[in-house]
């Protein structure tokens, strides 16, 4: 080039030093480790372990010779379905105009942040992507810290105290329940609070519910679109309870008062990415369909997981971390502070430096608790609970009476056996001097 | 609401009046013609008439239970085979490394815009989606405007003239060949010399090949990566030529030299969208593969569309169209300007009151100049000749011999018939007083 010039500088610079996504990397990182050899249990990235349903391949293998251009918003016959589920299960009205499908919720909730204009608001510990999206786009971010007392919820007081001092209004909540990173939901009574907080600060709330029907007690999961209709955006999809992460499906159902929200970004998809892949979208009808073999697979599914979460949980705990059960999804948060004399005793002055440690050390892998935004120097981390043959251990589970009962340490040291030996590894890492 | 807002204030400067997709929209728009009875002829939306070859749908069946997710760059064996497919054809070195894979290149290039701070530069006419991304992003945009007697092609005196009287540097120039809009290609001599021109001003060029290979005779598209590989990037995809638009799946190839680009883009998918559709992926290592049977698709599919755009240029020119016999893809891009006194006459001011009309009066749907970034009382308009049974002429084709040889217009009346016919009607409308 006559005039040289690095290119380098004309990154944009809301998107210079963006890291790939933690969640992500991790999973490459113990890919490369396995490569050079090393037996890695990836406790990293929160990928469901267990198989999508047969009858939702065979749809897909069905429809896979669709090939035209779907609408931008989705497909009617999938939006209808999805609104039909919303109806009856929340029994809230809403339409197949008030559902906008995406490769993804994660990309969904991309465009919601480059849409609305007002800033982020999210409670730490957080989901690894809500912040990075806002900060690519330029957009404020504020926080609300809860604590390992208060079971990692967002507090009402916490979020009126936030409202009261803050000088900007119309904030974009997210609320994710149950958690990511926490593996607990919030009490139906916080809720209920929250919405009124949130009606009477003009909030919207982004609701994730993407782990709903993984909650491990049937029937408990409730959402805050109940008590927050007019401004709450119900979040979910494929990856989390039916297996289908790399499908890249997500869906929104909007109130009727955000239609002018739900129709800006349906025009910004179909300039960005002109819609969800068609064959996906006509698989996922079959998964919002009351059907008896999904009820079945949700009841092994959150078998497994409750039983298995329940069971690591005490284990951590017996190891010293503050750490409650989980309610739902496949994570724990233990928080390792108890330990801290120890760990400092060892140079590891950060949950970032005890997590490349417990790598390092016990070949497994783990996420600190400082990518979910939490304090440097506190020593929480997020276990992904998912290293195991999650076809199996349905199987099993199904073979196992009865169906309401817990799954006992047997089943889960055989079904399971890297996850809990994995958790093990982190424990007797823990009480080694 | 306590207090009351209204939120319609709440959406990004940067989004707001930004209308749905030109061409998603007019496709939206005749199908609801169509709901209240009429029969439209569909010559709005771009999209390949022909079916995805059977092996192809096949490979998405057989990786349909493929659940995991992806890498945000795109999985391995699928790099792999895109870079083995650009070396032996461009003869360009390049690696898994260097190949992005996105939910369809329209994704990678709004991701490449954010990512890329520096202004846009597309020649006009252009594809409706580049400005409208950047303008989302609050991009600069930066257009050179081109004429039929340059068969529509940017020439390097234009580029030239641009470079020296602008006060920025560093654009990204887009370049669309064979072009949707019009169809044509760019000479080789002005690769070469359009080349030149952005080494020394120190330009990325986006080189959006993805009507590749739609071009119409065979062996004759050349990419600008000969000329400067070191500054331009490569993208395709499956939409066009394979025919799998809803399928969304799109390629970047870059230089070593834009690596620092790529890993950038790489990291904003792993927070926007986690990567492509894995099952999608799959199936598409088997369109870059050399076949028998994708040549005797692409030679049909070539063999159908070149005869077709032949015959429907004529038809267009004898109306009173300036307009140039099309290289490839499936576009027409007449410019009824020496009918201008005539339009006039019937109270008609604007390429998008033409298009109008001609859809009121004669159902047959095509996209004014206007959406293209022309003047809008300049008469142009963009015919997608699209609206016919692909795989019945594909069929048809394969029973006509020589292959060698074009189509016939008896051919083309039974085979395209539908397409013929909205042609026809738009040129007896041109012609009646």
Same sequence: chains 1, 2.
């Avoid at 497909?75 to 609104?83: F, G, P, S, V």
């Avoid at 609070?193 to 600060?201: K, V, W």
């Avoid at 981390?381 to 195991?388: E, P, Q």
């Avoid at 055989?414 to 823990?430: H, L, Q, S």
Wanted: hydrophobic share 35%; aromatic share 10%.
């Amino acid at each position: 080039m006559s005039e040289k010039v690095e290119f380098e500088e004309h990154i944009n610079p809301n998107l210079q030093n963006l890291a790939p996504s933690a969640t992500l990397n991790i999973n490459e990182y113990c890919d490369r480790l396995q490569q050079e050899g090393r037996d890695i249990i990836k406790l990293g990235l929160g990928q469901s372990p267990f198989p999508v349903p047969d009858p939702i391949v065979e749809e897909l293998q069905k429809h896979a010779e669709k090939k035209f251009y779907p609408r931008a918003r989705g497909i009617l016959e999938l939006r209808e379905a999805i609104a039909n589920r919303y109806r009856s299960r929340l029994g809230h009205d809403c339409s197949a105009d008030d559902v906008l499908i995406g490769p993804g919720s994660k990309e969904l909730m991309f465009i919601l942040q480059m849409a609305y204009r007002d800033p982020l608001l999210i409670p730490t510990p957080t989901w690894v992507t809500y912040a990075p999206q806002a900060r690519m786009l330029g957009k404020q971010i504020h926080t609300i810290d809860t604590s390992f007392e208060d079971k990692w919820h967002i507090t009402p007081e916490k979020l009126e105290e936030f409202c009261e001092t803050s000088e900007q209004k119309n904030h974009l909540l997210i609320l994710n329940y149950p958690s990511n990173p926490t593996g607990l939901s919030l009490p139906h009574e916080h809720l209920k609070e929250i919405a009124e907080i949130a009606r009477r600060h003009a909030m919207i709330i982004l609701s994730d519910e993407i782990y709903a029907r993984t909650h491990h007690r049937k029937g408990e999961h409730e959402s805050i679109v109940k008590y927050y209709p007019e401004g709450t955006i119900f979040s979910s999809g494929l990856s989390k309870w039916c297996g289908a992460g790399g499908w890249r499906l997500g869906a929104f159902v909007f109130p009727e008062e955000l239609r002018w929200l739900n129709n800006t970004m349906t025009s910004a998809i179909s300039e960005i990415s002109s819609g969800t892949c068609t064959p996906v979208q006509y698989a996922a009808i079959e998964s919002f369909q009351d059907r008896d073999y999904i009820e079945e697979y949700t009841d092994h599914t959150r078998r497994v997981l409750g039983s298995l979460g329940g069971y690591l949980s005490d284990m951590l705990k017996r190891s010293g971390a503050d750490i409650t059960r989980p309610d739902g999804g496949f994570y724990l948060f233990p928080d390792f502070s108890p330990l801290k004399d120890k760990l400092h005793s060892h140079g590891i002055r950060s949950s970032e430096q005890m997590c490349e440690r417990i790598l390092a050390e016990t070949d497994t892998a783990i996420l600190p608790g400082s990518e979910f935004l939490r304090p440097p120097d506190e020593f929480t981390a997020r276990v992904a609970y998912v290293d195991f043959d999650g076809e199996q251990a349905l199987d099993a589970s199904k073979d196992t009476h009865p169906a309401s009962k817990k799954l006992n340490a047997e089943f889960l040291k055989i079904y399971c056996a890297r996850t809990v030996e994995g958790v093990k590894r982190i424990c007797d890492w823990m009480k080694k001097d």
